[in-house]
């Protein structure tokens, strides 16, 4: 069952963090923590020092069961403008419409009653 609160906790901490592109640690180490927590042993690269930024691509491996498929997630720990100062706070009320993406509203129509708003 998806703890909601948890979350929308988890989402709004991870939106407040400062993370432009090449600034990316404070995101990575809270992301190595989070996986820790989740049974894996994160492994950050080298990448940083070959591009200039303060942190590499990072890898966390789950063991899976024998036979079963494997499955890989991929995402970007930067983010676009405004990446610094934008504190995020969780609202309850059902966002508005322009709000959510469009398919987002025609193929889950129980999409979750909350939405965020971050700003500088």
């Given amino acids: 069952m998806i703890q909601q609160k948890r979350l929308m906790d988890l989402f709004a901490g991870l939106v407040s963090i400062d993370n432009p592109s090449l600034h990316e640690a404070e995101m990575c180490a809270r992301l190595k923590e989070e996986l820790r927590a989740l049974g894996a042993e994160p492994r950050e690269d080298d990448t940083a020092a070959k591009i200039g930024g303060n942190a590499g691509n990072l890898y966390a491996y789950f063991e899976g069961e024998e036979g079963m498929e494997p499955l890989l997630l991929s995402a970007h720990m930067d983010s676009v403008e405004p990446a610094c100062g934008k504190p995020c706070s969780a609202r309850t009320e059902p966002s508005p419409p322009m709000a ?3 398919s987002a509203r025609t193929a889950y129509p129980a999409w979750p009653p909350f ?3 971050c700003a500088r």
Avoid: E, L, N, Q
């Fill in 100 to 102: 959510r993406p469009c």
């Fill in 115 to 117: 939405w965020r708003r």
